[in-house]
Structures are given as C-alpha cells and as structure tokens.
C-alpha cells in the first residue's frame, strides 16, 4: 500500500502517527523543575496518568502529580468543588511548598476559571498556588512547557529595581544531563545564574522516600521570586522558553535574549558567546580544550558523514539546531518534520540548509506518516528522533538514532547530555555508530574489516 | 530435596485454597480523592486501551485532541494473532481536535477522517473513542457512525468513552460489542469453545494459555479484552462458556452474556499454580465431560509434577520470608496467589473502600495470626483492635503513619507498592519499582508464567545487594572528617 507520496497531501482530518504531545505534559515536567513544587492537573483521572506513565518511563523515575478528579459532576457542575479540596488535601497529605496547577482540555472545555478559583483560597503561610492555561487541543507539549513556565514567572516573580549581574537562563524541554552542562558552561564563568526550571537532581536524583519529601533538585522558590533582579533573561529555544522569557522581560523590566538549545558546534558557540558578553569574563581554557577537542573528532569522522542522508523528526526547538550541527557536517538533512511551528521557523529551516548549500523537505504541523510516505520515494540512511519512530525504522529499514523527547525503550540516556561540545561529541558517536553499524552489517562476511 | 516435602508441597497446591477464594472484583475499585495519588486511569485509558486495541482488525480513531492518541500510542496489548502485516497496527489515529473543532463541533472533521482513513486502509471495521471534550461540545458520533456504515458498507463502532465518565470504559466497549457484535454472524463451531473475558489474554499469557487449552482440548472462540479480531467476536455467542479472568469490575458482561445467549460463565485465574488447577478442574467440571476431565487430570498432573524440582528449590529459598503486597498495585490478586504458593507470607495492605464519601484516607492491614504475635506492644499502644478475624489472619484498620509503622516493625523481605507509589519502599524493604509487570513487559500466567515469576522474586530478594551493600568508604566516613 501507499507505495507513492500522493496520498500525503489529501488528508485534511485524519492525524496518524502524532509527532507531538499535548500542552499538559510540558507543564507537569516544567513545573516538576520547581523545588518542592507539586504539579496539579485540573482534569480527569487519566489525564495526568497518560503523562506520568509517559514521564516515568522516559526518565526511569516515579513522577508524581495530583489531579483534581474531575468526573461526571464536575463536568456538568464545574470542577470548582475538586479543585479546592484536591489543593486542601495536597497541602496537609503532601506539603509541598508550591502546588502549579494546569488545564486540560476537560477543564477548559466546561470553562473552569482556575486562577479565579485559586484566588478564592486561603494558603496557609509560607505556601504558594500557581496556575497556568494548557488546553490540550492548542499548541504542543513545548506550549504547555511555555505557558507553567511563564505562568511561574508571571506570578511568582517581582519586579525589582535592584539589580545584580545575574543571568537569568529558561532552558528549554531537555534531559537532567543536558541541564548540567548548560549550568556547567555558565559556571564556569564564575558568574551568578539561574536556570529555571531546573530538573537536574529531580529526574536524575533518588526518588524521595517519604511522600512528603522532594527531590533535592528544583529552582527554588526564592530564585524565582527574585527572577526580577536579575540583568538578562535568555531563553534557549524559540519555542518552549521564548514567550517566558519575554513575559518575564516585561514584567520585571530586563533584556532579553532568544538563543537556540546550545546543541551542536555554532549554537554552543554563540551560548558561550553570550555568556561571554554578559558576565565579560575571558574564555575558559576547559571550554576551548572540549571545543577544540570537538573539532579535531569532527576533523577526523566527516568523510563518514558527507552526504549522508538523515530525516530529523523532533521539537521545534531541538531541530533547528540539529539541522544547524548536521548540515555543518556535511550530512544533508533531507526531510525535518516537527509539530506546530511559526512560518518564521520554516524560514530559518531554509535559511539554515542554504547556507550550507544543502536541500531539504522541512515540514511543521505535520505527522510522522507523512514523513513515511516521503521517505518511501527517497529514502534515508538515517533517521533521528523521538521513540516513536520506531515502527517507521523497521517499516523502511533504516537505523534510528534516538534523541529528544520521549525515549522511553532505552536506559540512561537522561544521563548524558547533547547540548555543549560534550553533547556534540555525543551526537556524532550516536549518528557515527548507526552509519558503520549499518555499514558492517549490509558488508559480506569477507569484506568485513577492524578498521574503517 | 527429599520426596515427602514434595509430597507436602503437592498437597498444598492440591487442597489449598477453594475457587471461591478468588478474589470478586465488583466491589473493587481505585480511591479517586481530589488531590491524593491515584493510580487509576480513565474510561478513555480502559476503552481504547484494554478492551479495543487487542482487536486486531479494528482501525480505532481517537475523536478528540492529539495527546490521547500520542498516549495511547503504544500497542503492546496488541501482540498476538493477525498482527504482522496489517497496515494500521501500530499506527496512532485522531482527528487531532483544535479550538476551531472544539468551538464549531468536530462531527465533519471525525466523517472526514473516517473518509480518509477507509481511502487509505481500507478497513473491514472502525471504532470511534471519544475523548473528553466530545461529549461535552455535543459531537453526535452515533449519527457520524451510522452515516459512515451506510456509506462505506464497513462496521463503525461509536465508543463514548469520554476521559471523565463514571462507568469504566472498558464495560463501554465491552456492551457494545456483546450486543450488537456477537451474533452477526455465525462460524463453526467446536467442541468446547469458550470465550475469554479478561484482560490476561496477550502476549506471552495467551501462548502459555493456547498451549494448555489445546492440550485439554477447549477451542477459543473470542475473547474480551483479550487478543483477538472482530471476525472471532462476531461468533462469540456461539461459545459454550465464558471464563471471566479480570482484575477489573466486568462481571457483569459475563452476565449480559449469560442473560443474551444462554452461555454460563465461570471466574478463572491462570496466575499462581494452584489457581491454574482449580480454574482448570472447574471447566472440566462445568462440561461434566468425561473424557475432558481426564485430560484436565492429566494436565494438571504434568503442571506439578513438570515444575516440582524448580518449585521446590524455591520454596526452600523463600521460606520464612515475608512481602508487603498494596491491593492497589497492579494484578497484585496474582501476586498475593504465586507469593502463597511459593510459601512467601503476604501482609495485605488494602485501601479502606468501606466509606462512600471518603475525605481522608483509610487503609486495612491483613496480617497473619502469626506475624501478629510480635506487634502485641504495638498493637497495644495504638489502641488497634481488628476489624475482621479469620483462623488465619486479622484485619486491622490503620492511617497512612501506621501502615508506614507497621511496616517497619515486620520488615518485609520485599514491597510490591503498586503504581500509585503511596509507599514506595520502606527502610529495610528492598523496592518493586522494578518488579511491576506492567512496566517491565513481564506476564506471569501459566506455568512458565508462575516460574518466570519465582525467578523475578529470587532476582529481587537476593540478587539486587548492591542496594543494601555500603562500600568502606562511605561507611567509614564519619561527620566533620577529612573533606576531599
């Protein structure tokens, strides 16, 4: 079946094969990055259920979120009465010190006031509510992550008019990993910074024994609150940390920069580069040793790489600059499918793959089996992205290369971050290793060689 | 090993427990406290999910927005018959619902995706699931179903499964497939079929139960919530018997079934030897055929005997060892089973389901007669006194600290906490994080099924010391020492 592309373009209603998630999700991992922070869903039973299950087992951890419980009664009568008891409860069973409470589509769709209902509330002291508007039939996973994100800053933060050399950094929907370097990097600036949210030592630390503890990990509270001291706010990834950070620009009076996620060669570049200019310190001999090191490998394996063929299906904010480190390689990346995207986003695809004289189908709002239908009339030699491109991989017979969000049949890979020149590193062994495995096992037995 | 602890060992499989002492499971159901952990899904999880896509021939369209599709996505309830090289299976279908469609309805998005779903697949039958914002906005997809039947001369099933309706979504799909699949058409049939109601059947579960039906001699004409296609389920009423294996409330299909087409039914587990026996004696039994009854001897004969020696060892290797098992952790009816008869003693810690109108929670603790012995001062200090007694064991009710209390007291050997992860793991208790069978893709029926699980345990009580073990180096540091 299927055998040509045609197929493709007459569907208008029939989404198969999603290549994104709803806003819910990226507001429970958002918030989970908030010390002793409890992510609350305002929905049905299964809502936070489907997004536990799938954030469990990307992370291997438990994940723990409430839910308001909303079921015939609230949906006829408001979800008011399940909101006011679930944040009653929370607070004496769990005692967390922040409950951010998210929409579902359910709730948006009986027309809950969350905010005004919170506002209703009396906290006890010391404690804090959040909540932000994430109906599932908008936007993606990434959209959610912007909106708890943003509803955090908004309603956390004040504006101060003291201000210190702090930068203020949103990092994005990535691994605990890829957060350690991103503080790393600016670490070593011997600069003060932020990065919020922080879910380093919350999906990578111990699950905690007790149900009322939390994780050591999180940005706490205070840093956020003071999020108006600080003399820049950078976003690292259009998508998910833009509208954050330029909420928390206005509200509090700072600049702002939008940068890529730091994935890659030039995109780390320009992250130190920023860093650079804001604290105005001097380059590390530890980032130009990796950066160096990172060229040299890079040097040595491209002959490897150079015109292969790869189909990137992923976030928005992880295939720009995906695109940016492969066709830099000299790889083309012949099809980059993501979920909803801005034209502008299109644009700088195009703007990407011209300047390093390559071509490529790069498609948004679209699904992974429009991907398969193309890939069936130009097939590639590698595909990367989330887990579910598993079937595909098998179907067409092409190696998958794992990265981004969900990758929930493999362990540890949380561990290791992409993002930085150790992450590039990372990347190339990854994209390398399917290339030559693939190479060795398509070889005859005869041909087969220890070296390259 | 030496032949009378075999022949101890034989009698308690044998004579243990009746069949009644399977567990009902109408009256059970997960907590849904606003607010409190809930391990539970919705009726959109357990219609899409449990009961429709281990139908192989269904094309099933989620009406509603992306993230339920993309959640339930993964098919690995669908392993079975017909799977390979059907065009849908493993794809995810929606009709990714924006604001537009949530505003104006989404009734002519869902006919189109129908549409194009047949241009592309050509399915022999459809399913509809809504989501939650369906029956809300009022989309009529009994009437976009109808008209799509009409149209395409192809089955729809309508499923109004919406995330938040009170009734379980599997019972949704499971009516309407009873009445109005079964009994569309009429294959033939053979001696002793039966039709399966329970989740249990896939996978590696279904081979091991295949294997042992056909060696009996029952032949399985369809299966609810099992693997099986819309083919077989149109014949289902054709069965001479229903067994009923579920962890979840569906009795009463069992009886619509019964009530519809005169076939009886019977409860059966095939997790934990002694349930595989006694489920297999009382088929045997219902038929009162002689010949099937022998065979049923014969078979259960080869199940003791075959898996003795490696049944034996275990026992030795287990005896004397306590588990925590919390009722709300999944099948945990089948691990509290294969734990009796591996001679682990089981301390049952359920949620208090007594009260309709719950505010706080409440929890019983089931604990042997002999395990109770030694909290004598506990149970004094805390005023305990039990709620129901047996000749085995007691049932106390308990608050959340004392279960936690309790537990550190009787140091279970190993916690089966459940997907709620109320109380993940005590001190002294090595965690199940890993042993959920759900997460790991482990299935545990049948014989291998039974010794597949005696190897997990030993793998969780015996092997997992790196847990426990403290390196020198750590516990030699001591508070205020050198700093490195």
């Known amino acids: 079946m299927l055998e040509t592309a045609k197929a493709e373009s007459a569907r208008q209603a029939l989404h198969i094969d999603p290549l994104r998630m709803c806003q819910p999700i990226g507001a429970i991992y958002a918030a989970l990055g908030v010390q002793a922070c409890m992510p609350h869903s305002h929905g049905s039973p299964g809502c936070c259920r489907y997004q536990k299950i799938l954030l469990s087992k990307h992370f291997q951890k438990t994940i723990r979120v409430t839910s308001s419980m909303l079921k015939e009664n609230a949906a006829i009568f408001g979800g008011e009465e399940n909101l006011k008891t679930a944040v009653k409860n929370i607070f004496d069973i769990y005692n967390p010190q922040l409950i951010a409470v998210h929409s579902t589509c359910l709730s948006e769709t009986i027309g809950d006031h969350v905010s005004a209902i919170l506002s209703e509330i009396e906290l006890p002291a010391g404690k804090y509510l959040v909540s932000a508007q994430t109906p599932s039939y908008v936007g993606s996973h990434l959209t959610g992550y912007a909106n708890m994100v943003e509803a955090l800053l908004s309603q956390l933060a004040v504006k101060l008019e003291l201000k210190k050399k702090k930068c203020f950094i949103i990092p994005g929907l990535v691994n605990p990993a890829d957060i350690r370097e991103i503080k790393a990097i600016a670490a070593s600036f011997n600069g003060d910074f932020c990065v919020c949210p922080d879910i380093s030592d919350v999906f990578d630390a111990a699950t905690p024994e007790k149900h009322d503890e939390y994780s050591p990990g999180g940005t706490p509270l205070s840093e956020i609150i003071s999020a108006g001291s600080c003399e820049l706010v950078l976003a690292l990834g259009t998508d998910a940390a833009g509208a954050p950070a330029a909420a928390l620009a206005k509200k509090c009076a700072l600049p702002s920069a939008i940068l890529d996620l730091p994935i890659g060669i030039e995109a780390t570049d320009r992250y130190i580069r920023q860093l650079q200019l804001f604290f105005g310190s001097a380059p590390l001999a530890e980032l130009k040793r990796q950066r160096a090191q990172l060229i040299e490998t890079v040097m040595n394996c491209h002959p490897y790489l150079y015109k292969k063929k790869v189909a990137v299906f992923c976030d928005l904010d992880l295939a720009v600059p995906f695109c940016e480190f492969l066709a830099g390689l000299g790889v083309v990346p012949a099809f980059v499918f993501t979920g909803p995207a801005s034209d502008e986003i299109d644009v700088r695809l195009q703007e990407i793959l011209a300047r390093y004289e390559t071509k490529g189908v790069v498609r948004s709002n679209t699904d992974l089996f429009e991907l398969e239908q193309y890939l069936k009339n130009e097939p590639v030699d590698v595909l990367i992205g989330e887990v579910h491109g598993k079937h595909l991989a098998r179907r067409l017979d092409i190696p998958l290369v794992r990265l981004g969000f969900p990758v929930t049949d493999r362990f540890i890979h949380p561990f290791f971050p992409i993002v930085g020149y150790k992450g590039a590193l990372r990347i190339l062994e990854m994209l390398l290793n399917a290339i030559l495995d693939r190479a060795d096992r398509d070889r005859a037995a005869e041909e087969l060689s220890f070296t390259l | ?484």
Not at chain 2, 363 to 391: D, H, M, W
Request: hydrophobic share 40%; charged share 25%.
């Open chain 2, 1 to 484: 090993m030496n032949n009378c602890g075999q022949e101890q060992d034989r009698q308690t499989l044998l004579e243990g427990l009746s069949l009644n002492s399977i567990p009902k499971n109408d009256n059970k159901r997960l907590l849904q406290i606003p607010g409190v952990f809930y391990g539970g899904g919705c009726c959109y999880m357990a219609c899409r999910g449990l009961a429709m896509s281990p139908i192989a021939d269904v094309l099933v369209i989620t009406h509603g927005p992306v993230g339920c599709a993309y959640f339930s996505w993964d098919n690995s309830r669908a392993q079975g018959r017909g799977r390979q090289g059907s065009p849908f299976v493993n794809r995810s279908f929606s009709t990714d619902m924006t604001e537009n469609d949530v505003i104006f309805g989404g009734e002519e998005k869902l006919a189109l995706a129908i549409e194009e779903a047949m241009a592309l697949f050509q399915p022999s039958t459809i399913a509809i699931c809504a989501t939650c914002p369906v029956g809300l906005i009022g989309d009529d997809i009994e009437k976009v179903a109808e008209l799509a039947e009409k149209k395409f001369g192809i089955t729809v099933i309508p499923l109004a499964c919406e995330g938040f309706k009170n009734i379980p979504g599997y019972k949704i799909a499971d009516q309407k497939i009873v009445n109005e699949i079964f009994g569309s058409q009429s294959r033939a049939v053979e001696e002793f079929s039966i039709n399966i109601v329970g989740e249990f059947y896939i996978g590696s579960n279904k081979q091991e139960i295949d294997a042992l039906f056909k060696q009996i001699g029952y032949h399985v004409q369809s299966a609810l919530m099992g693997s099986t296609t819309l083919e077989e389920l149109r014949s289902g009423h054709l069965a001479a018997l229903t067994i009923l294996g579920s962890d979840k409330a569906i009795d009463d299909v069992a009886q619509s079934i019964e009530e519809k087409y005169g076939i009886g039914w019977l409860k059966v587990d095939f997790t934990g030897l002694s349930n595989i026996i006694r489920s297999l004696r009382a088929m045997a039994d219902y038929f009162g055929d002689r010949a099937l009854k022998e065979r049923t001897e014969a078979a259960i004969k080869e199940i003791v005997q075959g898996s003795a020696p490696q049944r034996l060892a275990y026992r030795k290797r287990f005896a004397g060892l306590t588990a925590a098992l919390f009722e709300d952790c999944f099948k945990s009816d089948h691990f509290q089973a294969m734990l009796a008869d591996l001679g682990v003693e089981v301390i049952l810690i359920s949620q208090d389901y007594a009260k309709d109108e719950v505010t706080d929670e409440g929890f019983l603790g089931t604990i042997s007669r002999r395990l109770v012995k030694g909290l004598a001062e506990y149970i004094r200090l805390n005023k305990l006194s039990p709620e129901q007694e047996n000749e085995r064991s007691l049932t106390f009710l308990l608050s959340r600290v004392q279960v936690r209390e309790l537990l550190e007291l009787l140091k279970p050997a190993l916690c089966f906490s459940g997907i709620t992860q109320q109380f993940e793991y005590t001190e002294n208790c090595v965690r199940s994080r890993t042993f959920n069978s759900e997460e790991r893709g482990v299935q545990y029926a049948g014989v291998q099924g039974f010794l597949r699980f005696a190897q997990d345990l030993e793998m969780s009580m015996f092997i997992a010391h790196w847990e426990t073990d403290v390196p020198e180096w750590i516990s030699t540091a001591k508070a205020g020492g050198p700093q490195c």
